[in-house]
């Protein structure tokens, strides 16, 4: 069965220093892996996804991450924090044949300025 | 474009009372709607997905049931509410057929049962 963790559940770093997101999963065959954003009252903002190729995948509002099959890690990057940044992320894997995702329990985000 | 919409946003209830929950799609033709409950602002939990009309999957046994009377409606509901009910809920649309599908979510209805 597949599985997520998301090992943080509170991240804080200063507006303008880089910022990680940890997610780690756990598949039987190929993963594929997203994240996306939730801010408070609303529903969930994809943004990005890694399929397969290059493992850095670059998305929206300026994000990245890298897929890591050795570690099989999937961490949401972003060289230079903003306050607005600030949220609750999640990380989800679907395998390759699979149906549905697993979303890991979510990481919340606090960029201080 | 696809749009996904959810109503109501938010919803009091009394335990013991009916719920209706809807969500429609807007764009696409023959989507796969999933519904979700997020408690507590963390994790979610996948509650039911639908892979065309009239066929639901239910991935938790609860006392919350869905249908899904046309192409892109998707209706969450229950007979008679628990206060364990309560939570954000959210729908979900993906496009079947694409590699991998991406699911987008709608903005969600804040059910609180009293």
């Known amino acids: 069965a597949q599985s997520v963790a998301q090992p943080e559940d509170q991240v804080n770093v200063a507006e303008g220093n880089p910022l990680t997101v940890k997610c780690t999963y756990s598949?039987?065959?190929?993963?594929?892996l997203f994240w996306y954003v939730q801010y408070p009252n609303r529903g969930l903002q994809f943004l990005l996804k890694?399929?397969?190729?290059?493992?850095l995948v670059k998305g929206s509002y300026g994000f990245e991450a890298e897929f890591n099959k050795s570690q099989t890690s999937f961490h949401l990057k972003k060289p230079s924090a903003l306050v607005s940044d600030s949220a609750l992320y999640f990380c989800a894997v679907r395998e390759d044949y699979g149906q549905n995702f697993v979303f890991g329990p979510g990481t919340r985000l606090s960029v201080l300025p | 474009s696809q749009t996904i919409h959810q109503w109501p946003a938010t919803l009091v209830q009394p335990v013991g009372s009916p719920l209706s929950l809807e969500c429609t799609v807007e764009?696409?033709?023959?989507?796969?709607l999933y519904w979700y409950r997020q408690a507590a602002g963390r994790g979610l939990q996948l509650l039911f997905y639908s892979v065309g009309i009239g066929q639901i999957s239910s991935e938790v046994p609860q006392n919350l049931s869905a249908s899904r009377p046309q192409d892109r409606q998707f209706i969450l509901s229950s007979k008679k509410l628990l206060l364990s009910d309560s939570g954000f809920y959210l729908c979900?649309?993906?496009?079947?057929?694409?590699?991998?599908?991406?699911?987008?979510f709608g903005p969600g209805t804040r059910l609180t049962v009293l």
């Open positions: 764009g696409t033709s023959n989507p796969n």
């Open positions: 979900a649309w993906s496009l079947p057929g694409s590699t991998p599908d991406t699911q987008y």
């Open positions: 890694y399929i397969t190729g290059d493992n």
């Open positions: 598949v039987s065959g190929n993963p594929y």
